[in-house]
């Protein structure tokens, strides 16, 4: 299963509001809402949500947007470094 990541971002309020003709709708408002397509909280938080997202949906293979590379690359740390 494939995961398309919207938005990594620390809270909500930091998703841009741009994203809205992406995901079709208010991305901040979504975000906060727990949508699937966005990864928020610390580096930590986002790779634990991902563990969850893999045993319990079967989501295996995840795409991230060049915009959200950077915040993305600790979460990628954090989930080799505990890759069975």
Known sequence: MHLNVAAVADSAAG?????????G????????AGGIAFLIG???QAA???RRRHADLG????????????????????LRETAP
């Open 59 to 78: 989501i295996s293979y995840i795409a991230v947007s060049a915009l959200f590379m950077e915040q993305f690359a600790p979460i990628l740390t954090r």
């Open 25 to 32: 709708g208010d991305a901040q408002a979504m975000a906060a």
């Open 15 to 23: 998703v841009p509001g741009c994203l809205g003709r992406m995901v």
């Open 42 to 44: 610390s580096p930590d």
């Open 48 to 50: 634990e949500l991902l």
